[in-house]
């Protein structure tokens, strides 16, 4: 299945494009904010071939794709428009959500965008730091200064980031939010902050500190001047709201934040960092423990996102985070425990996929690993949440810290070296034990092993809602008017494959698609373009307008019904243009798929070459 069929299946069983308020993606799962939960059906999404796994947590409906969700999140963009910048969410219905979960959705939507750069310029960090360590690279090269440069310049130009994505959380204007987090970090502004000098703003004393690297003011700043936006762009005239908007809201806010929530984001910033410092103080053996063995459990729910920021603006206000290490070392002990299940497993397609698993966690892809091995094993998740919390104790004794944000992994070791090295034997030290105390432990102790069959893929195991035991012979009528053609014989290989389900062709000589069946619509694109039925008493029917017809994105096409809609034999699905759409180049060989017919031992097609709608189309035994 691919990016583009997979994306078209998880829209269908969430509900369709309707009751999506907004989707965004993270380093593995797509994240749905959905208006009525009762619409998705989580378990046909669980049985999509190359998704992990569902999880519901904070508000978000979280389907686990894995390392691919970035060309499945593009995927969107085709079918749908959920991926638009401009899409405005329903915030009526997140009157509902918790304090917690609005929370943890914010900073997700804030910091997933940077997660990747942050790892590259993380590595290069820790590199040079190693390199200048050995005496590769001396510090006052030229050659220095411009590596130097590359890997710190994100965390010394964060907040401009920072601006870029609440500007798009909070539906302001990315280009004033910029100019916002640029005045902060202009160089006479910090200069400002240099002891001794005394800062006023007409006659007001201003409090200076310095905000590069820093977080949580940009993040008041933003969020203050977005509010602050909408309300002018309501009531100014239109003629000249492009331009005296943005020079309202940067001549106001800008002071405002150097007055007010600058120094207050720097101060609460840095007494976040004091208190754990002190905890981390007051005992690093069991703080390294608890974090180390919480990590995983945290990430699984998606409560992990709370303590991201604190992670950063360690970083930001102390050059180093003790946190980091001990949620790394989560990382290797559930690769070590996919490892153990993958040696001692005698099921052979088990043994594979937790092959491949142990190298995406390795890698910091740890869905894969948790989802689809350890926590469905029970006992090797244990295992690992007990090595890492033996892992954490080591790099809290050994005083090890993260120097640079980024998903934890083993390209991501040399972030945790220090200037000095402080921290970063115990920090290997930690990563071989859990390792390899989970994989031994693992393997030593055993599990239930998967059954042979229960190895098997999911595209190679009967579909959910496929029925067992047929009671009698099912028959279905054309959806269309027009020539009849073997599904093999069509360009699309998608459907010529068979990969989506048998069936048949149909070219239309009319512009209408009536249901084939009394039943329910399973599927109902707002595109019009596909349309899916599910019979009462038979199979599943998924009909598809045209070939590629989803780029129209609904030009020429009128859907009549919506999900979730009981239907008549003979009732109109879609009516759509026929000449107009042949006109636009576009192939309109309609496949006509039966998705679940598991249960039936044949399927007999008409033998007409043309075929009108309502006419006998196939019959399933």
Known sequence: MNDQQLAEQILAQVGGEHNVKSLVHCATRLRFKLKDRALANKEQIEALERVVTVMESAGQFQVVIGNTVSDVYQAFGKISGLIDEDRQ????DNANETIFGRFVDLISGLFTPLLGVMAGAGILKGLLAIATQLKWVMPNTSTYIILNAIGDSLFYFLPILLAITAARKFKGNPFV??????????PTIITLADPGKSVDFFGIPLVMVKYTSTVIPIILAIYIASIFERYLNRYLPTSIKNFVTPAIVLVTVVPLTLMLFGPFGVYVGNALAAGLTAVFNI???IAGALMGASWQILVIFGLHWGIVPVMLNNIATLGRDPIKPANAISVFSQAGATLGVMLRTKNKQFKALSASAVISALFGITEPA?????????RPFIIGVVSAAIGGGIVGFSGSAGYAAGPSSILMIPAFYGKNGEGFIGFLIAIAVTFITSTVLTYLTGFEDVPEKSGTSKKDTEPLNAKTQPSKAVTISSPVTGKLCPLETIADKAFSSGALGQGVAVVPAKGE????????VTVAFETGHAIGVMADDGPEILIHIGLDTVKL?????????KQGQRVQVGDPLV??????IKAAGFDLTTPIIFTSIAPYQSMELSKQEQIGVGEHLATLV
Do not use: C, W
Request: proline share 4%.
């Open 89 to 92: 969410e329903d915030t009526q």
């Open 177 to 186: 939010a910029v100019t916002i987090a640029g005045t902060l970090v202009y």
């Open 283 to 285: 005992n690093p053996i």
């Open 370 to 378: 948790v989802y689809g091995v350890t926590l469905r094993l029970k």
């Open 513 to 520: 698609v009536l249901s084939p069946v009394e039943g329910t």
């Open 553 to 561: 994105n609904g030009q020429y096409f009128e859907l009549k019904v």
């Open 575 to 580: 009516h759509f243009d026929l000449d107009a």
